[in-house]
T-cell receptor, first 116, second 112 residues
Framework: GAVVSQHPSRVICKSGTSVKIECRSLDFQATTMFWYRQFPKQSLMLMATSNEGSKATYEQGVEKDKFLINHASLTLSTLTVTSAHPEDSSFYIC????????????FGPGTRLTVT | AQSVTQPDIHITVSEGASLELRCNYSYGATPYLFWYVQSPGQGLQLLLKYFSGDTLVQGIKGFEAEFKRSQSSFNLRKPSVHWSDAAEYFCAVGAYAGKSTFGDGTTLTVKP
């Protein structure tokens, strides 16, 4: 149980285009989902926290207009990188916190974004 | 502010040898502490967590960790390492799981 999926696993897009990443909790309802960014050989940086049906809370320094987060249901959150640039290339990981275990988060497998 | 320090960037151990990965934290109250493992190109998997109670916690894959409040430490241990344990290990501290702060990670290499 407690499986989180992400789609796509890898995406390459051209500079100036937008790309959407989906995060789904497959076998539980996620009250809260989190989006992280991870640079090579570095730790995870929390970008934003999203609760179902409400606006996401962004961490300091994260551009909310560039990284659009939607949490439309208890099993799906999406991250859209708008007008992507090469510096947005990174590994994006989502996690979900369930109703049953509010102090545990389950991570998706990550999405490798490359902007050319 | 909360912070986590993993002093060892890279550790190499021989298969079958014991392992200890260090984690020191800074937090104003009693913390929630976590250890995660990340295989290359993958997300994170929770190994174990400490919220309260017994300071020695058991996790999956034969790992354990000990919370020492006096030393602000939460070191991860395994008595006998397997080649499949080679991965990146992250310690995290926070008020709850989602608002955790992660350490920079320790890369574990296992020699045959």
């Amino acid at each position: 149980g407690a499986v989180v999926s992400q789609h796509p696993s890898r995406v390459i897009c051209k500079s100036g285009t937008s790309v959407k990443i989906e995060c789904r909790s497959l076998d539980f309802q996620a009250t809260t989902m989190f989006w992280y960014r991870q640079f090579p050989k570095q730790s995870l940086m929390l970008m934003a926290t999203s609760n179902e049906g409400s606006k996401a809370t962004y961490e300091q320094g994260v551009e909310k207009d560039k990284f659009l987060i939607n949490h439309a249901s208890l099993t799906l959150s999406t991250l859209t990188v708008t007008s992507a640039h090469p510096e947005d290339s990174s590994f994006y990981i989502c996690s979900a916190e369930g109703l049953a275990a509010p102090y545990e988060q389950y991570f998706g497998p990550g999405t490798r974004l490359t902007v050319t | 502010a909360q912070s986590v320090t993993q002093p060892d960037i890279h550790i190499t151990v021989s298969e079958g040898a014991s392992l200890e990965l260090r984690c020191n934290y800074s937090y104003g109250a009693t913390p929630y502490l976590f250890w995660y493992v990340q295989s290359p190109g993958q997300g994170l998997q929770l190994l174990l967590k400490y919220f309260s109670g017994d300071t020695l916690v058991q996790g999956i894959k034969g790992f354990e960790a000990e919370f020492k409040r006096s030393q602000s430490s939460f070191n991860l241990r395994k008595p006998s390492v397997h080649w499949s344990d080679a991965a990146e290990y992250f310690c995290a501290v926070g008020a709850y799981a989602g608002k955790s702060t992660f350490g920079d990670g320790t890369t574990l290499t296992v020699k045959p």
